[in-house]
């Protein structure tokens, strides 16, 4: 003995050791914990599903699995012997033959009076009762069976259990228990005969599908519940019966006979009775399904009263929680309690608390959607519930409860929707269900359903009464769409649920006020674009109405239109903005989502017609008619002896081209230069309202904090403060961009467009534009100096003597300082213009390309530009009498409606421009229209995808894209009329 104990001990560490080599390999080898998924269906029926394992596992011998799947019971014939520790539970055990019958508890065996039923157990006629046990609980040798005495006194009857003998149901004859005819057996109730017809129709008409079903619950129940309605006024079985015909969607049909139609008949019946609650289509003992089927019924229920409390968003007097009750009912009409109304009742898809409450904080549009299997739905809805729901005023001295009405979109009326036509046609209920898995069983109320129906929509709509201050309502009206669903395979079927609460106002006037605006300045834009096109067809000077200038009128007309709108809906969005997040007693709702469909359409028509202007505005921009007049003129050389005649001769320098050049160029870049900066534009906007959180302010609540909790519910963006916010943000933004651009930049950094004006004095080179047939802009470059082909030194002099004021001014004029001009030419000019720009404007090709013809061509061009040089510098110092001009100042209604009152006709005029307006032909001269363009384009692409960040990508993209145009196609332009190569236009 002694030498064993240290062999034991070894033995021991080794063990431990062992064990621990094996953990830790486990551990180094990263093992996945797998296990094969069981469910309880999985088991045959000789297995259990343990819940501890998680796996199915075999029963013992002589036994099978039980209904739940969950443990084994014995077999038909056996008994219990024991219960064991282990996960069998029991040991079974056959019963003799002189005892062959199970007893109720499964634990003994017995002798039976008479057969067996299929359990193995002992059975009694009807009437009887089956007694194994004495009083004291000893088992009997032999089985009794009692029978109860089913006459008077006694009047009894066997229970549901079969065990005990109780008093019969009081609507069975007084002196017995038995209904005998003509009495009617329904529901283990005696009704007397003659009292309703036994013939009803247990269909539930399924519309959706096309088909009825003729329902278990409604063949066990709907007689029952309607005669112990009718005939006993029974309460419970008069909800019963009402519930009923909810699961048939409150329907009526041709038939007197089905649920609704029972009903309806024993409600009439009660018309003689007082109403309850002194509601008239509340009869006493039945519940309220209905209002009324008058027609306008509807508008008064839901127009008429508004609600005795008021709803503020700020202040002492501060109320945004809306408080509901449901008075909630089995199917079996048994009330079950109050709940209030907020939680899981009518909201099916599983949210946090603080999400699910948000759906009644008063202002908060709230909508959740979620998915459910049909297999969810048949485990958590077995039966279903039934709810009578409340809005709870919560008076001061006396709780008031005030019934929301109800509308279900599937109700017909001899099989005609009618609550999908106007409101005059509505009929409106209360009582509504979520999920119906019970009347869809056609064998048995235990049988897997045929069809599920389910709540697939529940919103409950606020009307705020007009023109009120103080925040009143009309009673909420809650509306039901329910679906029903063909069960096919529960397990990979689903169904989608929405819950939404949503808020409305009579926006009747709004519209009309919008309308009216509209109406009202596009009959101003009318105007406008008529004085526009007179004006264009006197700068044309073309005196006839022709298709072109229709279409002339068309293109102004969309771009003035399209003004009127964007000022519109940007003012409509704003409004709406300030004075619904502002408010303090709810005086303004935002539309609905289907509201704003006209607006958006507005929005869409602004851009539309932006577009078109902007696109005329480009076309125009790049192919004005343009010239570089350059004043400069040769300078002789030094003198030479030709050695041949002796003679002394003076060559004259050619004069240089780069001052040509360089102006072109410089114009070039100033082609698509803006008062703004698009990228830090761009930049600003998304920072506003991504980062800063400003998107927040467009959302469907009364609240104006900008930065929101992940766990609080985020209610769905409104279109109107959608687009407000961000159109008036991208202005903002934008005209502080202008405006600093405008008083400290130019003023105080750089102003490239006064900066090209000294550029061509110091260039000695004058710029002519034609932005129409005899209508342009003259930027007047001569040099006061003579010359600009000089070297440093010189250069640096003249413009010293320029600072110092000892030569002349720039102007065009003798002692002013006015270089630009707008200028209303003459016809006969425009005529001598074109005649020359007709050989100018032909392109030369690179000279390797070309031949001797191409050469001549190039040489007629080069006359010409010279020729057009000529003309137009001695046009300018007035040397054509037949040509000459007068300068002058512009009238300041001339200026305010772009129209000149004179007609050149035999002088041109040149208006004195101090403002520079010949960047009209830029985009710098266009700032307002690009803002109003890329506003509306940032804007509609968020509208169409609800994304700020998509929005900017793409208005940047567009905005490269068509920078890229201008600069192209103006720079083709300008290549082509100054016959500058494009090789020099960097």
């Known amino acids: 003995m002694a030498t064993g104990t240290p062999l034991f001990v070894v033995n021991g560490h080794m063990v431990h050791f062992t064990l621990f080599l094996l953990i830790y390999t486990e551990l180094l080898q990263c093992q996945q914990f797998l296990i094969p998924f069981k469910a309880p269906s999985d088991c045959s029926v000789e297995e259990f599903f343990d819940v501890s394992s998680l796996s199915c596992v075999s029963c013992g011998s002589n036994q099978r699995q039980s209904t739940t799947g ?10 219990t012997t024991n219960l064991t520790t282990d996960k069998l539970s029991i040991t079974c055990e056959k019963c003799p033959i002189d005892n062959p019958a199970v007893t109720k508890d499964g634990f003994d065996c017995i002798r039976c009076p008479s057969g067996l039923n299929d359990e193995g157990k002992c059975q009694c006629p009807p009437g009887n009762i089956l007694v194994e046990r004495d009083i004291n609980g000893n088992l009997l040798g032999d089985a009794r069976c009692e029978a109860c005495n089913e006459d008077k006194p006694a009047l009894s009857v066997p229970n549901i259990g079969g065990d005990r003998c109780e008093r019969c149901q009081a609507t069975f004859i007084k002196t017995s228990c038995t209904c005998t005819a003509p009495n009617v057996l329904a529901g283990g109730l005696c009704f007397p005969p003659g009292s309703l017809s036994t013939n009803v129709n247990p269909s539930v008409n399924y519309a959706q599908l096309k088909f009825n079903v003729q329902s ?27 519930n009923m015909c909810v699961m048939n969607m409150h329907s009526f049909s041709g038939l007197s006979t089905d649920a609704c139609g029972l009903f309806n008949t024993i409600f009439r019946s009660r018309a003689a009775l007082s109403s309850i609650q002194d509601i008239s289509y509340w009869r006493a003992t039945l519940p309220w399904l209905y209002y009324g089927d008058e027609p306008g019924l509807a508008s008064r229920v839901l127009q008429t009263d508004p609600v005795p409390i008021t709803f503020s968003f700020r202040g002492k007097k501060k109320n945004t929680e809306i408080q509901m009750l449901a008075a909630v009912y089995n199917v079996r009409g048994e009330f079950l309690r109050w709940e209030s109304v907020g939680r899981t009742n009518l909201q099916l898809c599983p949210q946090p608390t603080t999400k699910q409450a948000a759906a009644f904080s008063f202002g908060t549009a709230y909508q959740e959607s979620c998915d459910f299997s049909l297999a969810e739905l048949i485990v958590a809805h077995p039966e279903p519930l039934f ?9 001061n001295e006396e709780r008031k409860i005030l019934p929301l009405p109800t509308l279900v979109q599937n109700q017909q009326y001899n099989g005609r929707f009618i609550n999908q036509d106007t409101m005059r046609n509505w009929y409106l209920s209360r009582r509504i269900l979520l999920v119906d898995t019970l009347s869809g069983r056609e064998k048995s109320t ?8 389910v709540a697939t929509s529940i919103k409950i709509r606020f009307q705020l009464v007009p023109r009120t201050q103080e925040g009143q309502i009309f009673p909420p009206l809650m509306m039901v769409t329910y679906t029903d669903v063909l069960v096919k395979d529960i397990n990979t079927q689903t169904v989608s649920t929405t819950f939404a609460v949503e808020y409305e106002m009579d926006h009747t006037e709004a519209r009309t006020k919008t309308d009216t605006a509209l109406g009202v300045m596009g009959g101003m834009a009318v105007i406008y674009s008529l004085l526009k096109t007179v004006s264009w067809k006197r700068r044309i ?4 109405i022709d298709v072109e200038t229709i279409v002339k009128f068309l293109l102004l007309y969309s771009g003035d239109l399209a003004n009127v709108f964007f000022v519109v809906t940007v003012g409509t969005g704003v409004y709406w903005l300030i004075f619904y997040k502002a408010q303090q007693f709810v005086s303004v709702l935002l539309p609905l989502p289907s509201q704003e469909e006209q607006f958006v359409t507005y929005i869409g028509c602004a851009f539309a017609l ?26 002789c050389k030094a003198s030479k002896t030709v050695q041949a005649t002796k003679e002394t001769k003076r060559d004259s320098s050619p004069v240089s081209i780069w001052r040509t050049y360089f102006v072109a160029n410089e114009w070039n870049e100033l082609q698509t ?27 469907r609540d009364p609240w104006s904090t900008l930065e929101r909790s992940p766990q609080d519910y985020s209610p769905p963006y409104s279109q109107i403060l959608r687009y407000a916010l961000a159109a008036t943000l991208w202005l903002c933004i934008g005209l502080l961009q202008v405006i600093f651009f405008t008083v400290f930049y130019e003023h105080f950094v750089e102003d490239k467009i006064r900066q090209f004006v000294d550029l061509c004095s110091v260039s000695n080179i004058s710029l002519l534009l034609f932005s129409h047939r005899c209508f342009g802009y003259y930027i007047h470059g001569r040099s006061v100096h003579g010359h600009a ?25 003798p002692n002013t300082d006015i270089q630009t001009f707008q200028v209303s030419f003459t016809n006969h000019l425009r005529i001598q213009y074109d005649r020359i720009q007709d050989s100018l404007i032909r392109r030369n090709r690179p000279s390797r390309l070309m031949d001797a013809s191409t050469a001549n061509l190039s040489e007629l061009q080069f006359r010409a530009y010279n020729t057009m040089n000529y003309f137009l510098g001695s046009f300018i110092d007035h040397a054509h009498p037949d040509m000459d001009y007068m300068v002058k100042d512009k009238l300041a209604l001339e200026r305010v409606i772009g129209m000149e009152f004179l007609e050149p006709i035999d002088k041109s005029i040149f208006y004195n421009d101090e403002s520079h307006s010949f960047s009209d032909v830029l985009f710098y001269g266009n700032e307002s229209t690009l803002l109003i363009f890329d506003t509306l384009f940032f804007c509609v692409v968020d509208l169409g995808s609800q994304s700020f960040v998509l929005a900017a990508i793409l208005t940047y993209v567009q905005q490269v894209i068509f920078r890229f145009i201008r600069n192209a196609l103006g720079r083709q332009n300008l290549a082509r009329k100054t016959l500058v190569d494009q090789r020099f236009l960097i």
Not at 216 to 242: D, H, K, P, R
Not at 789 to 813: A, F, I, P, V
């Open 387 to 395: 709810y009578d729901v409340f809005m709870d005023l919560a008076g």
């Open 789 to 813: 082909d000089t070297n440093m030194e010189e250069m640096n002099n003249n413009l010293k003597r320029e600072r110092e004021s000892l030569c002349g001014q720039r102007g065009l004029l």
């Open 610 to 635: 932006k577009a078109v202007q902007f696109l005329h505005k480009l076309i125009l921009q790049v192919s004005v008619d343009i010239f570089l007049i350059d004043w400069e003129r040769p300078r």
């Open 70 to 79: 969950l443990s084994c019971i014995c077999q038909t014939g056996y008994k």
């Open 541 to 544: 000077a073309s005196p006839l």
């Open 673 to 699: 230069i803006r008062k703004i900066s698009p990228t830090f534009q761009i930049m600003a906007v998304l920072f506003f309202l991504e980062v800063l959180g400003f998107s927040n302010l467009a959302l």
């Open 446 to 453: 235990i049988s897997s359903p045929k069809v599920i129906r």
């Open 216 to 242: 278990a619950w409604f063949v066990e129940n709907l007689y029952s519940s309607s005669a112990a309605c009718l005939i006993f006024s029974n309460l419970t079985a008069c909800q019963a019966l009402g």
